[in-house]
C-alpha cells in the first residue's frame, strides 16, 4: 500500500488503522488547479485522484514489483458561502482565511481516491463535516497565526493542534476536518480486500 500524500496528519491517521498491508509513504507534485464550475466534492475527489494517478507513474516507472500496490490519494478543502479555501499562500491570505471562517459556519470536504496499480481499478469517495468556528478578535488571530499552524492547512486552521481552540463545534467525522476520514477510507479498503481491524 502506498499513501500518496506529504501530509504528515495523513501519515498519523493512517498509522492508526491496523492494516493487514505494509504501508509506504510518496508525496507527490501534482496540479491543483481546477475548473471553477466544478463542485466541492467533485474537487477534493478529483484531486485526490490526480495525487494517487502521479505517485502511479512514479511508482511503475521505477519499481517493476510494484504492479500489486494499493495507492491511496486524498485531499481536502474548507468552504465558506461557496468559497472554497485550500492552503493560504502567504500570512495575509491566512488572516483574510480566518477573518471570515471566524464566528461562522464552514463546510469541510475530504476526497479520498483507490487505485490499483497494475489494473488501474479506482475507487473515489468523499466526505463533508460541518465547522462551526467561535467569534475571534484581531489578536487572537495574529496570536495564532504567529505560531505558523495555520500556513500548511485547509482553511488555515488545524484542529488537531492550536487550532483546536478556534473550534466551537462539528457536525461530522472529526477525521475529516483533520483530513481523511478514517471510517470512509476503512469501507473503501474493504472493497479491495484489506482489513482495517
Known amino acids: 500500500m502506498l499513501l500518496a500524500s506529504a501530509s504528515p496528519r495523513r501519515r498519523q491517521l493512517l498509522e492508526q488503522l491496523a492494516l493487514s498491508l505494509p504501508v509506504r509513504i510518496q508525496a507527490t507534485d501534482t496540479d491543483e488547479s481546477t475548473p471553477s464550475y466544478w463542485r466541492p466534492a467533485e474537487i477534493v475527489e478529483q484531486l485526490a485522484l490526480r495525487k494517487a494517478e502521479a505517485a502511479r507513474r512514479a511508482l511503475l516507472s521505477g519499481d517493476a514489483d510494484a504492479s500489486g500496490t494499493l495507492i491511496i490519494g486524498a485531499d481536502t478543502i474548507v468552504v465558506h458561502d461557496d468559497v472554497v479555501l485550500g492552503k493560504p499562500a502567504d500570512v495575509l491570505d491566512a488572516r483574510w482565511m480566518l477573518e471570515r471562517l471566524q464566528g461562522s459556519r464552514h463546510q469541510v470536504y475530504s476526497g479520498i481516491a483507490l487505485l490499483h496499480a497494475s489494473s488501474g481499478q479506482t ?57 481523511m476520514s478514517l471510517v470512509l477510507l476503512s469501507d473503501m479498503l474493504s472493497h479491495y480486500g484489506v482489513e482495517t481491524l
Open 123 to 179: 475507487l473515489m469517495r468523499h466526505r463533508a463535516t460541518s465547522v462551526t468556528m467561535k467569534p475571534l478578535d484581531a489578536r487572537l488571530i495574529e496570536r495564532y497565526i504567529a505560531s505558523g499552524e495555520p500556513m500548511d492547512k485547509a482553511g488555515s486552521y488545524g484542529i488537531q493542534g492550536l487550532g483546536a481552540a478556534l473550534v466551537d463545534g462539528i457536525d461530522g467525522c472529526y477525521f475529516n476536518v483533520v483530513g
